[in-house]
């Protein structure tokens, strides 16, 4: 069979509930890749919250996080990596014109930096993979440089009313999308940036054309990616919206969708 790009979002898709690989869906990707299929992550976290999955899977290939904002290789330096930051002013008018608004915190992350505008144990403990560095106070004042990304934590009714706003007043220049459960965060990066660039960067690089991508997500940060790929697939618990423009839909993230669905497809 020819050579296939599979691509893995993680929350949601690849990873169970309990964010674990389960022993079925990690043995069947192993077979991908022994059968010459290439297997890479595609997610909206950073890298060091990507790494060890990375790792468990013995992955060789490279990697989109932030949702696009960094596209890069871990296993070779000399391959070019493309970090593409919002400016910090755009930033900073996002931040002053969302106060009018209720939400819990703002958080920006440059690369694996954190700042954190309020002080709060629950979301330090949801940014400490990894180690990063983070800093506490007002981003207006402790942000010196563009970020990767900015977050906003709101609950589910404040949610789509400052993901409106965002619409309304600041769409020319970024994009917003929602994080799945159980982060209720909105993520804003450059404008024009998704999941699928990286994915059209990279397997152009290696020579996969887009009939030959299967990829795999579950929320809307996915939706560009599933339409890119020549085979998207969602999981079934996955939101509507993404569901009706996907290719196929297979079984949930606890259900081994991954594997049922790439051992029906690849023979594997």
Same mark, same amino acid.
């Given at each position: 069979?020819?050579?296939?790009?599979?691509?893995?979002?993680?929350?949601?898709?690849?990873?169970?509930?309990?964010?674990?690989?389960?022993?079925?869906?990690?043995?069947?990707?192993?077979?991908?890749?022994?059968?010459?299929?290439?297997?890479?992550?595609?997610?909206?976290?950073?890298?060091?919250?990507?790494?060890?999955?990375?790792?468990?899977?013995?992955?060789?290939?490279?990697?989109?996080?932030?949702?696009?904002?960094?596209?890069?290789?871990?296993?070779?330096?000399?391959?070019?990596?493309?970090?593409?930051?919002?400016?910090?002013?755009?930033?900073?008018?996002?931040? @002053?014109?969302?106060?009018?608004?209720?939400?819990?915190?703002?958080?920006? @992350?440059?690369?694996?930096?954190?700042?954190?505008?309020?002080?709060?144990?629950?979301?330090?403990?949801?940014?400490?993979?990894?180690?990063?560095?983070?800093?506490?106070?007002?981003?207006?004042?402790?942000?010196?440089?563009?970020?990767?990304?900015?977050?906003?934590?709101?609950?589910?009714?404040?949610?789509?009313?400052?993901?409106?706003?965002?619409?309304?007043?600041?769409?020319?220049?970024?994009?917003?999308?929602?994080?799945?459960?159980?982060?209720?965060?909105? @993520?804003?990066?450059?404008?024009?940036?998704?999941?699928?660039?990286?994915?059209?960067?990279?397997?152009?690089?290696?020579?996969?054309?887009?009939?030959?991508?299967?990829?795999?997500?579950?929320?809307?940060?996915?939706?560009?990616?599933?339409?890119?790929?020549?085979?998207?697939?969602?999981?079934?618990?996955?939101?509507?919206?993404?569901?009706?423009?996907?290719? @196929?839909?297979?079984?949930?993230?606890?259900?081994?969708?991954?594997?049922?669905?790439?051992?029906?497809?690849?023979?594997?």
């Amino acid at each position: 069979m020819n050579e296939h790009l599979i691509v893995l979002d993680l929350d949601g898709t690849l990873l169970t509930d309990d964010k674990k690989i389960s022993s079925l869906t990690k043995e069947t990707l192993f077979k991908a890749k022994q059968a010459g299929h290439q297997v890479m992550i595609a997610t909206g976290r950073p890298f060091r919250a990507s790494l060890p999955y990375y790792k468990e899977l013995e992955l060789t290939t490279p990697i989109v996080n932030f949702n696009g904002a960094l596209i890069h290789h871990p296993k070779n330096p000399m391959w070019k990596t493309i970090h593409t930051p919002v400016d910090l002013s755009v930033v900073h008018d996002v931040v @002053e014109s969302v106060h009018k608004y209720e939400y819990d915190n703002l958080i920006a @992350e440059v690369m694996d930096d954190v700042y954190l505008h309020r002080e709060d144990e629950k979301v330090h403990e949801m940014f400490n993979m990894g180690s990063p560095n983070i800093l506490m106070g007002d981003l207006k004042r402790t942000l010196k440089e563009n970020p990767t990304s900015l977050l906003i934590q709101a609950d589910d009714v404040n949610t789509p009313i400052i993901r409106k706003h965002l619409h309304d007043v600041h769409a020319e220049l970024i994009e917003h999308r929602r994080w799945g459960a159980p982060f209720p965060i909105i @993520e804003i990066v450059h404008k024009g940036l998704s999941k699928a660039i990286g994915i059209d960067f990279i397997s152009k690089e290696m020579g996969i054309p887009r009939e030959r991508i299967i990829a795999f997500g579950d929320e809307d940060n996915d939706f560009e990616m599933i339409d890119y790929a020549g085979i998207g697939v969602a999981m079934s618990n996955g939101i509507d919206d993404l569901k009706n423009i996907a290719n @196929e839909i297979t079984l949930s993230n606890n259900e081994d969708g991954i594997a049922k669905f790439l051992h029906d497809r690849l023979k594997l």
